[in-house]
């Protein structure tokens, strides 16, 4: 027995006999006919026990004993386990005391054994025929209470009276032991259970059971904490039994003391100095899958009843006593409303792996992708949906730029798929088969937010500028007006869009209306997201000046959450919902950097036991990808062309190459461990920009001060290189295999997690400085309710406390700070403002000008920035027809192939008026796009990624507008002695073929005491 819940029937106080003259009858009528009865008349279903109703398993298991168990303890089911050379068969059930919604975390575990092959009449009427035997324990060694009219007292006292805490204060040892049976454990597994009541054994002698863990193979829990996972004790015993088996010893405690060790008084520990257990069996658990088909099912069907026995072993006591009417009713009433036939069960069930069934029945659905993507663009009405999937066909040349040459908004589509009670997908729920109604609501507060001086999860973060409020000068009580906030919108149907009601167009910034974007959806009811214009402005009239904290100033990027009601033939289905990010542009919209937001959300979340590691390393999935992103960046930045592009000296994708780098012989393993140790590592390689990726980091400043000055891949990733570089991967590279390019080309199984995937690695992770679409706080589990998930903010509970002037370390690591739920706006409010000012800062070769020092030896492309969605340098439509032209000489073509112009070229040369320039310019600039390369040449690749659909006029661009090498120089903020300094970097930089930019560059300075 446990501790039922206040009942709450709703006809009245039931009439219940005295305690002191009908325990048995009163707690029957309390157990059985109010609290689980009052269950089943609510639609429980399957109707369940009155208590220890949250199964965490069932497993079966064999009873051994020992060849030499001496003949005075081979007693009833004993003696048939030592007459059993294999042992009996036993079924074991693992349970916690509450209901199954509760968490587990300190509830009180309960274990129920039903051995098969024990014949022989039973104390429960009408089991004379049946062959099994039961035992009952938990994870305490006493009971709360002493008798059955203690425990009928104490359960009217909560199912009646509506509370324990009376009897409770008048009972200090039962209130002691309830507290001390809410304890932790971590596995069902590795817990020590009694039997807690004592039991004859024999005609003359009394016992009581133990059950001791005697190991687990392997023995590693679930990776799944136990104050996050509500459900950790069944994931803990799933995760053990797959990778092996469990045993425990039985023990009996013999009664040596009759006063010490009464029998009827359940509250009293027998003293195991007094009476040390002795084992007699070894209960094993072979390695199995608990969620095999019909498994659970088989062991929620069981009754367990100690009076279910021979009488060898019979339950003694007035609590026993009591338990023989109470726990046979309530499987009678349970079996009976479940239509299971009210007999202990035949033969034990076999350990048998069924072919897997499909459950259609859907009972929970989730908006797909998780995170969804779009992206400004200034065409007054076209746009392209973003990608579905890893590599998406490429689009026919001129696909991202409308007739006008202005550049197309990046749409998302976002489903919703329905689940089976396994979390397996059954459907896409569209408008065939569901009723959607989609609700989004979206927000920009980046103005009324606070200042990106450096990523504030760093150590380094403690040494730079502080994070102020932006518009500091705006008043707390007039900030709101500093948020766009137009509201939710709703959507509902097919083919919908142009309505005003679809719009996020009354949102203001300063009492000035700007459009966040609008809600569309397709033929099959799927919502379609379109964010802002790329409109970015100032009520000041101030030029921008700053490339992150412009105050005055606001643009149209948004964030916010992603509903969806869905009903499918008038039953409410519950969804788990999504998040919309409105981003800037991407000018390589084919290309993904080598640590994408993917990797970098999955391997916080495999750190943290949310995602388990993958047990294989397929070097198509987890070590090809890295080495193509370095490859492909060749189109955007000229120093990676000649380190990684066609023809460089680390071509990973030449045939060869990649024949060789996909063999896990022997003969392979030097070329895989120069690769992998090329990877970045910041306790070996500190500030060094030679290793790989040469890519800026989130400490980005000049001088560099920190390793995180450059990036480095995940951890996870880092860790599949070195295990391929062992040559622990599959070689499963195929050249001839071409991926999915298209949702519907990937197995229906997959498309959910497809979607998440596809929409996250398109984004980056690389700098968070403070990055392109997303920054640091996507690498906080806090910040999710799943993974990939983002965890909604209740929009019915207070705002957030305010933070005070300045943001900092201590605020954002507190337990209401502002990387747990979230609200709409509170993703992209880390970003700059505006947007354009910090992609115009964004460029690769940054330089520093000390003039005590001089300059060092650098490359002037190396180390970058974005070039994924931010190209530095590219191939231009000039230089790729002569590349294709075949009727030229083969030097001038190949030279034409190596020449790489600046993207940003159209842009002015000095920095204030590039950053201002990109405000109103950036739909003119090109964008990379995929072209077939010539055929006459291998020197040449098969396909090439040229800068196209430029918008600004074709005539040659003035002196002022060639590639640019960007160098800091910290005296240009000197009014006095900056023009001197900047001349003089200028000169001593000596690059005759590059025009260079000098000045104070913000961006580059972000510590407090940099030079």
Same mark, same amino acid.
């Given at each position: 027995?446990?501790?039922?819940?206040?009942?709450?029937?709703?006809?009245?106080?039931?009439?219940?006999?005295?305690?002191?003259?009908?325990?048995?009858?009163?707690?029957?009528?309390?157990? *059985?006919?109010?609290?689980?009865?009052?269950?089943?008349?609510?639609?429980?279903?399957?109707?369940?026990?009155?208590?220890?109703?949250?199964?965490?398993?069932?497993?079966?298991?064999?009873?051994?004993?020992?060849?030499?168990?001496?003949?005075?303890?081979?007693?009833?089911?004993?003696?048939?386990?030592?007459?059993?050379?294999?042992?009996?068969?036993?079924?074991?059930?693992?349970?916690?005391?509450?209901?199954?919604?509760?968490?587990?975390?300190?509830?009180?575990?309960?274990?129920?054994?039903?051995?098969?092959?024990?014949?022989?009449?039973?104390?429960?009427?009408?089991?004379?025929?049946?062959?099994?035997?039961? #035992?009952?324990?938990?994870?305490?060694?006493?009971?709360?209470?002493?008798?059955?009219?203690?425990?009928?007292?104490?359960?009217?006292?909560?199912?009646?009276?509506?509370?324990?805490?009376?009897?409770?204060?008048?009972?200090?040892?039962?209130?002691?032991?309830?507290?001390?049976?809410?304890?932790?454990?971590?596995?069902?597994?590795?817990?020590?259970?009694?039997?807690?009541?004592?039991?004859?054994?024999?005609?003359?002698?009394?016992?009581?059971?133990?059950?001791?863990?005697?190991?687990?193979?392997?023995?590693?829990?679930?990776?799944?904490?136990?104050?996050?996972?509500?459900?950790?004790?069944?994931?803990? #015993?799933?995760?053990?039994?797959?990778?092996?088996?469990?045993?425990?010893?039985?023990?009996?405690?013999?009664?040596?003391?009759?006063?010490?060790?009464?029998?009827?008084?359940?509250?009293?520990?027998?003293?195991?100095?007094?009476?040390?257990?002795?084992?007699?069996?070894?209960?094993?658990?072979?390695?199995?899958?608990?969620?095999?088909?019909?498994?659970?099912?088989?062991?929620?069907?069981?009754?367990?009843?100690?009076?279910?026995?021979?009488?060898?072993?019979?339950?003694?006591?007035?609590?026993?006593? *009591?338990?023989?009417?109470?726990?046979?009713?309530?499987?009678?009433?349970?079996?009976?409303?479940?239509?299971?036939?009210?007999?202990?069960?035949?033969?034990?069930?076999?350990?048998?792996?069924?072919?897997?069934?499909?459950?259609?029945?859907?009972?929970?659905?989730?908006?797909?992708?998780?995170?969804?993507?779009?992206?400004?663009?200034?065409?007054?009405?076209?746009?392209?949906?973003?990608?579905?999937?890893?590599?998406?066909?490429?689009?026919?040349?001129?696909?991202?730029?409308?007739?006008?040459?202005? #550049?197309?908004?990046?749409?998302?589509?976002?489903?919703?798929?329905?689940?089976?009670?396994?979390?397996?997908?059954?459907?896409?729920?569209?408008?065939?088969?569901?009723?959607?109604?989609?609700?989004?609501?979206?927000?920009?507060?980046?103005?009324?937010?606070?200042?990106?001086?450096?990523?504030?999860?760093?150590?380094?973060?403690?040494?730079?500028?502080?994070?102020?409020?932006?518009?500091?000068?705006?008043?707390?009580?007039?900030?709101?007006?500093?948020?766009?906030?137009?509201?939710?919108?709703?959507?509902?149907?097919?083919?919908?869009?142009?309505?005003?009601?679809?719009?996020?167009?009354?949102?203001?910034?300063?009492?000035?209306?700007?459009?966040?974007?609008?809600?569309?959806?397709?033929?099959?009811?799927?919502?379609?997201?379109?964010?802002?214009?790329?409109?970015?402005?100032?009520?000041?009239?101030?030029?921008?000046?700053?490339?992150?904290?412009?105050?005055?100033?606001?643009?149209?990027?948004?964030?916010?959450?992603?509903?969806?009601?869905?009903?499918?033939?008038?039953?409410?289905?519950?969804?788990?919902?999504?998040?919309?990010?409105?981003?800037?542009?991407?000018?390589?919209?084919?290309?993904?950097?080598?640590?994408?937001?993917?990797?970098?959300?999955?391997?916080?979340?495999?750190?943290?036991?949310?995602?388990?590691?993958?047990?294989?390393?397929?070097?198509?999935?987890?070590?090809?990808?890295?080495?193509?992103?370095?490859?492909?960046?060749?189109?955007?930045?000229?120093?990676?062309?000649?380190?990684?592009?066609?023809?460089?000296?680390?071509?990973?994708?030449?045939?060869?190459?990649?024949?060789?780098?996909?063999?896990?012989?022997?003969?392979?393993?030097?070329?895989?461990?120069?690769?992998? #140790?090329?990877?970045?590592?910041?306790?070996?390689?500190?500030?060094?920009?030679?290793?790989?990726?040469?890519?800026?980091?989130?400490?980005?400043?000049?001088?560099?001060?920190?390793?995180?000055?450059?990036?480095?891949?995940?951890?996870?990733?880092?860790?599949?290189?070195?295990?391929?570089?062992?040559?622990?991967?599959?070689?499963?590279?195929?050249?001839?295999? *071409?991926?999915?390019?298209?949702?519907?080309?990937?197995?229906?199984?997959?498309?959910?997690?497809?979607?998440?995937?596809?929409?996250?690695?398109?984004?980056?992770?690389?700098?968070?400085?403070?990055?392109?679409?997303?920054?640091?706080?996507?690498?906080?589990?806090?910040?999710?309710?799943?993974?990939?998930?983002?965890?909604?903010?209740?929009?019915?509970?207070?705002?957030?406390?305010?933070?005070?002037?300045?943001?900092?370390?201590?605020?954002?690591?507190?337990?209401?700070?502002?990387?747990?739920?979230?609200?709409?706006?509170?993703?992209?409010?880390?970003?700059?403002?505006?947007?354009?000012?910090?992609?115009?800062?964004?460029?690769?070769?940054?330089?520093?000008?000390?003039?005590?020092?001089?300059?060092?030896?650098?490359?002037?492309?190396?180390?970058?920035?974005?070039?994924?969605?931010?190209?530095?340098?590219?191939?231009?439509?000039?230089?790729?027809?002569?590349?294709?032209?075949?009727?030229?000489?083969?030097?001038?073509?190949?030279?034409?192939?190596?020449?790489?112009?600046?993207?940003?070229?159209?842009?002015?040369?000095?920095?204030?008026?590039?950053?201002?320039?990109?405000?109103?310019?950036?739909?003119?600039?090109?964008?990379?796009?995929?072209?077939?390369?010539?055929?006459?040449?291998?020197?040449?690749?098969?396909?090439?990624?040229?800068?196209?659909?430029?918008?600004?006029?074709?005539?040659?661009?003035?002196?002022?507008?060639?590639?640019?090498?960007?160098?800091?120089?910290?005296?240009?903020?000197?009014?006095?002695?900056?023009?001197?300094?900047?001349?003089?970097?200028?000169?001593?930089?000596?690059?005759?073929?590059?025009?260079?930019?000098?000045?104070?560059?913000?961006?580059?300075?972000?510590?407090?005491?940099?030079?």
């Amino acid at each position: 027995m446990g501790t039922p819940e206040p009942f709450t029937e709703g006809a009245g106080q039931p009439q219940l006999p005295g305690c002191a003259e009908g325990a048995a009858v009163a707690l029957k009528q309390m157990f *059985v006919d109010m609290t689980q009865g009052e269950r089943i008349s609510r639609g429980q279903e399957p109707a369940k026990r009155p208590v220890f109703l949250k199964p965490h398993g069932v497993a079966r298991g064999m009873l051994t004993v020992s060849p030499d168990l001496p003949p005075e303890l081979r007693l009833g089911f004993l003696q048939r386990a030592h007459e059993q050379a294999e042992g009996l068969t036993a079924w074991v059930r693992f349970s916690s005391d509450t209901v199954p919604g509760a968490p587990d975390l300190k509830t009180t575990l309960g274990l129920g054994i039903k051995l098969f092959g024990v014949p022989g009449p039973k104390l429960l009427e009408g089991d004379n025929e049946a062959t099994t035997q039961d #035992l009952l324990l938990q994870n305490h060694d006493v009971f709360f209470v002493d008798t059955a009219q203690d425990m009928c007292e104490f359960t009217k006292a909560g199912v009646v009276d509506g509370s324990y805490e009376p009897y409770l204060r008048d009972h200090p040892v039962t209130r002691e032991i309830l507290d001390a049976m809410a304890k932790f454990e971590e596995s069902t597994l590795t817990a020590t259970y009694w039997g807690v009541l004592p039991y004859a054994f024999g005609s003359e002698r009394f016992v009581k059971y133990k059950l001791v863990p005697a190991g687990c193979e392997p023995g590693d829990p679930a990776a799944v904490p136990a104050d996050e996972d509500p459900t950790y004790l069944s994931a803990d #015993l799933r995760h053990r039994l797959a990778a092996g088996s469990a045993a425990f010893d039985l023990m009996l405690q013999f009664r040596t003391d009759p006063e010490r060790m009464p029998l009827d008084k359940a509250t009293v520990r027998w003293e195991e100095s007094g009476s040390v257990p002795v084992k007699v069996a070894r209960l094993t658990l072979q390695k199995q899958d608990i969620t095999a088909r019909g498994q659970a099912a088989y062991g929620e069907n069981l009754a367990y009843n100690p009076w279910h026995s021979l009488v060898e072993h019979r339950p003694v006591g007035s609590i026993a006593e *009591v338990r023989r009417t109470v726990y046979r009713a309530s499987a009678e009433q349970r079996r009976d409303v479940n239509g299971i036939p009210a007999t202990e069960p035949g033969p034990a069930r076999p350990q048998i792996t069924p072919p897997p069934g499909r459950d259609t029945r859907i009972v929970r659905a989730a908006v797909h992708p998780a995170i969804g993507v779009a992206r400004v663009g200034d065409s007054a009405q076209e746009y392209f949906l973003g990608p579905e999937v890893d590599h998406p066909a490429a689009q026919p040349t001129g696909s991202y730029k409308d007739d006008t040459g202005a #550049l197309k908004r990046q749409a998302v589509r976002f489903r919703v798929y329905g689940y089976n009670a396994a979390g397996e997908p059954v459907a896409e729920l569209t408008a065939d088969n569901a009723d959607l109604r989609w609700t989004v609501h979206v927000v920009n507060s980046k103005a009324a937010w606070y200042q990106f001086q450096l990523a504030l999860d760093i150590p380094e973060a403690a040494g730079a500028m502080e994070s102020n409020l932006r518009n500091p000068d705006v008043p707390a009580a007039q900030r709101s007006r500093l948020v766009i906030d137009p509201g939710s919108r709703s959507v509902r149907g097919r083919n919908r869009s142009g309505k005003p009601e679809y719009r996020f167009d009354t949102g203001t910034f300063m009492e000035r209306p700007v459009y966040l974007g609008e809600l569309r959806t397709d033929d099959s009811g799927r919502l379609i997201f379109l964010g802002g214009r790329g409109v970015s402005a100032t009520v000041t009239g101030k030029p921008a000046e700053d490339f992150a904290n412009n105050d005055g100033w606001h643009d149209d990027v948004s964030d916010g959450p992603v509903t969806a009601e869905v009903s499918i033939a008038g039953r409410s289905i519950p969804v788990d919902p999504g998040w919309v990010v409105t981003a800037p542009p991407s000018y390589a919209p084919e290309l993904t950097s080598v640590r994408t937001m993917y990797d970098l959300m999955r391997d916080v979340f495999v750190t943290n036991g949310l995602l388990p590691e993958p047990q294989q390393v397929s070097f198509t999935q987890e070590v090809l990808p890295v080495l193509r992103r370095l490859c492909e960046l060749q189109w955007v930045n000229q120093g990676l062309a000649a380190q990684f592009g066609h023809g460089g000296r680390e071509h990973f994708l030449d045939p060869d190459r990649l024949v060789a780098l996909a063999d896990p012989s022997p003969a392979c393993r030097e070329l895989r461990r120069q690769v992998w #140790l090329m990877m970045r590592d910041y306790d070996r390689d500190g500030t060094s920009p030679v290793p790989w990726p040469a890519i800026y980091g989130d400490g980005m400043s000049l001088p560099p001060q920190t390793p995180r000055h450059h990036v480095t891949l995940s951890s996870l990733q880092y860790r599949l290189l070195e295990r391929w570089a062992r040559g622990d991967f599959i070689a499963d590279y195929d050249p001839q295999a *071409v991926p999915p390019v298209s949702l519907d080309d990937v197995p229906f199984s997959q498309r959910p997690q497809t979607l998440d995937r596809a929409a996250l690695s398109f984004c980056l992770a690389d700098a968070f400085h403070p990055g392109c679409e997303l920054t640091w706080p996507m690498r906080h589990t806090s910040l999710y309710s799943g993974p990939f998930r983002v965890r909604h903010r209740d929009p019915s509970a207070p705002p957030p406390r305010p933070y005070g002037p300045t943001l900092t370390q201590d605020a954002i690591r507190s337990f209401d700070g502002p990387l747990h739920s979230q609200g709409a706006g509170d993703l992209t409010r880390w970003m700059a403002v505006p947007w354009q000012t910090d992609t115009a800062s964004c460029k690769s070769g940054y330089e520093f000008l000390a003039l005590t020092y001089g300059f060092g030896p650098y490359d002037p492309y190396l180390p970058t920035f974005w070039p994924a969605r931010v190209p530095n340098q590219v191939l231009a439509e000039e230089e790729y027809e002569i590349v294709v032209d075949t009727s030229r000489p083969m030097t001038e073509r190949l030279a034409a192939f190596n020449k790489r112009r600046s993207w940003l070229r159209w842009l002015p040369g000095d920095y204030s008026g590039s950053i201002n320039a990109m405000v109103t310019d950036f739909g003119k600039l090109g964008v990379v796009e995929r072209r077939p390369g010539p055929t006459d040449d291998p020197r040449f690749p098969a396909e090439i990624l040229v800068e196209s659909e430029v918008s600004f006029p074709r005539e040659p661009a003035p002196p002022a507008l060639r590639n640019l090498v960007s160098v800091h120089v910290p005296l240009g903020a000197d009014p006095v002695r900056g023009p001197a300094a900047m001349a003089t970097a200028v000169t001593m930089a000596d690059l005759p073929d590059e025009m260079v930019s000098a000045g104070f560059i913000s961006k580059v300075k972000r510590f407090r005491h940099s030079r």
